[in-house]
């Protein structure tokens, strides 16, 4: 792996990592996903910190660590671009917006989540996430579920988070067994 | 409390896959089931508003249950909680991933992941549905959305904007 401390002060790729993220963070709404195209944006075409075969890499790495997306991948590419103190940074800049913007609402949200106007458009609110979380689970579906062992798995998941309650975490330890004995030395699938 | 607000979001940190949409079943397990924190009511509105503000969905939820939970202590603790695992293990582990990513057992177990992340989502969506939406006008704006997700390019904050706006209409 190459560094590029020796190009440019650390401290200012740090700070740029820094302010970067923390635009990025207080500016998409929608969670991890959403943030992608504009972390790909500010890395790879603005400051061509690494290409974008390497970005696609580092989002998959992210993405096989488990936590907070927008996070993971901040981590990483900080950790690529600038070590350590990258990563702190980077994942600094992609947490704070929303850590601040939610401490400055909470009040009131608390507070007025009981006033009609706002219970009512909370009420359709919820439901719309209902049809988001629906979305998401079909557009990844066809994703993902191409193969018999696939749908074997989320059945399993459906049975076991839907039906019979476990712990979620539990669910990930059986598909993470599961998928070590489906999937080990079939690959291509 | 507080201990325990940082080793339950630590947890959940360390067991989330799949992004905001999949912690929901975990977040609503622990906060919900085991502590009793919020109420099944108080989460689900916390979830839609953690869908309105930027940033990353869980780190809103994270802020939002800690700081409800213990004010703004809580709000640090639990939102560092939930970041920490991640913070240790790339510090420790990314110089050697990019390798390890590549063998198959490490590829067998990430494919064994992926499915469970869609039934983590659905779980989530069916939670929500019967805590929150459950009713033929819940049901129209839930259609609606999915609708409209699947047939353009409409963002999901304009969405639950739109939602929000029929609820008041409709309600």
Known sequence: MRNYSGQANTVVITWRLF???????????????????????????????????????LI?????????????????????????????????????????IILLLVNYFF????????????AGARAGV????????????????RNMRAWFIF?????LLVFLHVHPATAVITSAILGYLLFAGREGS | MIWQLFVTFAKIGVFAFGGGYAVIP???????????????????????????????????????????????????????????PTAVAIAVLARFFLVLQERPPVQAVLAGIKPMVIALIFAAAVFIFANAASSAKGTII??????????????????????????????
């Open chain 1, 60 to 100: 998959a790495l992210a993405q096989s660590f488990p936590g907070v997306i927008a996070i993971n991948t901040a981590a990483v590419i900080g950790y690529r671009i600038n070590g350590l103190s990258g990563a702190l940074a980077a994942m600094l800049g992609a947490g704070l917006p929303s850590f601040m």
């Open chain 1, 155 to 159: 059945g399993i998941g459906v049975l």
């Open chain 1, 130 to 145: 209902v049809g988001l979380l629906v979305y998401a689970a079909c557009s990844l579906g066809t994703r993902i579920l």
């Open chain 2, 142 to 171: 839930a259609l609606t959305v999915l609708l409209l997700s699947a047939s353009s390019r409409w963002h999901p904050m304009a969405l639950i904007i739109l939602s929000g706006i029929i609820g008041i209409i409709i309600y």
């Open chain 1, 111 to 122: 507070r007025f989540r009981n006033n009609i106007y706002v219970s009512h458009f909370l």
């Open chain 2, 26 to 84: 975990l977040m609503q397990r622990e906060v919900v089931t085991l502590h009793g924190w919020l109420s099944a009511g108080q989460m689900v509105d916390v979830i839609a508003l953690s869908q309105m503000t930027p940033g990353p969905v869980a780190i809103n939820l994270a802020t939002l249950v800690g700081y409800h939970t213990a004010g703004l202590t809580g709000a640090v603790v639990a939102t560092l909680g939930l970041i920490m």
């Open chain 1, 19 to 57: 302010t970067g993220f923390f635009r990025i963070g207080a500016f998409t709404v929608g969670g991890g996903y959403a943030m992608l195209p504009l972390i790909q944006h500010y890395i790879v075409e603005k400051k061509h910190w690494v290409d974008k075969n390497e970005f696609l890499d």
